[in-house]
């Protein structure tokens, strides 16, 4: 989000070790996309840690037997999960989970790893503590202290009984002494504007009657499903592949295989980035599909237009982003949405294109402020590409219908739970 929570965390952990006489090592568990940011950070605003990055290597089991020697230590979750059984054996100072969404699911190994680590302090840090349904706060909180909230059960039950504002009211009185939410209007109240807009791309002819071919065959799946509830098993599976085939063609025909159909949202990008570049603006490129990031590499290629790229596979990611924050010129950074979505810093960038939706808004959200973050001094523009008349359409309105499943929790909206039966034939009916 861009509000320093980084270096909140980081003077809350000089302040605990100037409380202790011999303080002991802290741990810092983040996606790998930002350990590198968050050991710039501790040495530029507390110069005098000593600071281990944890990585992959043929160091790493000889510095998991040392760990005590060092005052902070920072390790990805992969890493933190495979290493678990070792970083139990240590008393930590403090624990800080960093983009904390990751451990919303309390029955991961990843959730169940962390929540077993012994810490005199823990922290949790993100933008986004519900993405999808109440049982993440939950989640999140019980890292944070353990036992604090009533079961989820309880608090289902009291919304059930009670009705939703009951609950609502019960959590924020809950969660007041162990939460602290900070918002861009009072910590960066400097912070330039933010818009966004929507831009509807029409489908070229080839790629339209792919897409209706397509949504054929998913409707006649959805009619073949009885159950009116919860979707289970390879009826589940089969629809929710079919949906993902909708939204590769609404993209790219091409990413099925479907050749020489043309894309209406190409089209469009072709037209706006070159007209970006001559005004100046440096530009991110958001895409769930990393084959959608190949065939627009294509592309930029063809433009002329300089660019960059960041997947789950992309091993240089500090190198990429301070080459692209450091480049006076306008270019393109392509970043895979999972991989990239969180944890970086991009200020350069005064405009965001998402070239596909997702379901959830607030991942969307998270995306857009990796530019619109503290440090920004320019308007920041986003774009949302939506295929006319198709599934995005769709998928647009759902995450609407979906926000108030905990509205009023934190004032903020989220988008609520897994797709149900209803949910498909909305998507795919209408």
Not at 3 to 22: N, P, V, W
Not at 167 to 189: C, D, F, G, T
Not at 294 to 323: F, M, W
Request: a positive charge; glycine letters at 6%.
């Amino acid at each position: 989000m861009g509000l320093g929570k980084t270096l909140q965390a980081l003077a809350a952990l000089l302040a605990l070790r100037a409380q202790r006489e011999k303080p002991g090592p802290s741990l810092v568990v983040c996606p790998a996309s930002v350990a590198h940011n968050w050991n710039r950070e501790a040495h530029r605003f507390a110069p005098d840690l000593r600071v281990l990055v944890l990585e992959k290597g043929k160091e790493r089991e000889a510095l998991l037997r040392r760990l005590d020697e060092y005052d902070l230590v920072i390790k990805n979750y992969a890493l933190t999960r495979r290493d678990i059984e070792r970083l139990r054996r240590y008393e930590w100072l403090m624990v800080c989970v960093d983009e904390a969404q990751a451990i919303k699911n309390a029955e991961s190994a990843i959730a169940r790893a962390v929540k077993s680590l012994k810490a005199e302090c823990r922290f949790a840090l993100t933008g986004t503590p519900i993405e999808n349904r109440l049982s993440d706060l939950c989640s999140i909180a019980e890292f944070v202290a353990p036992g604090y909230l009533p079961s989820l059960e309880s608090l289902e039950r009291l919304g059930t009984e009670s009705g939703p504002k009951a609950l609502n009211r019960m959590l924020r009185s809950r969660l007041r002494p162990i939460l602290m939410r900070r918002m861009k209007s009072e910590v960066a109240p400097e912070l330039p504007e933010r818009i966004e807009e929507r831009l509807d791309c029409e489908m070229t002819h080839g790629q339209r009657r792919a897409y209706a071919a397509e949504m054929k065959a998913a409707r006649a799946l959805l009619h073949g499903l009885k159950d009116k509830g919860r979707e289970a098993g390879q009826g589940r599976i089969r629809i929710l592949a079919a949906l993902t085939r909708l939204r590769q063609i609404c993209c790219d025909p091409s990413l099925l295989g479907i050749q020489n159909a043309g894309s209406g949202k190409i089209e469009a990008l072709n037209e706006l980035l070159p007209r970006l570049m001559e005004n100046g603006h440096k530009t991110l490129v958001f895409s769930q599909f990393v084959r959608m990031l190949e065939r627009i590499q294509v592309h930029l290629d063809a433009l002329g237009i300089p660019y960059r790229t960041l997947t789950g596979k992309t091993s240089n990611r500090l190198d990429l982003v301070d080459e692209f924050e450091s480049d006076s010129n306008p270019s393109v950074f392509l970043i895979s949405l999972k991989a990239g979505g969180t944890g970086l810093n991009l200020t350069s960038a005064s405009h965001v294109i998402l070239f596909d939706p997702w379901w959830n808004p607030a991942v969307e959200a998270q995306a857009i402020d990796r530019a619109h973050r503290i440090g920004q001094d320019k308007t920041v523009v986003a774009f949302r590409l939506a295929a006319l008349d198709s599934i995005e359409e769709r998928i647009l309105e759902l995450q609407e219908k979906k926000r108030s499943l905990v509205e009023g929790i934190l004032e903020e909206e989220a988008f609520n739970r897994a797709l149900t039966r209803d949910d498909f034939a909305f998507l795919l009916e209408g």
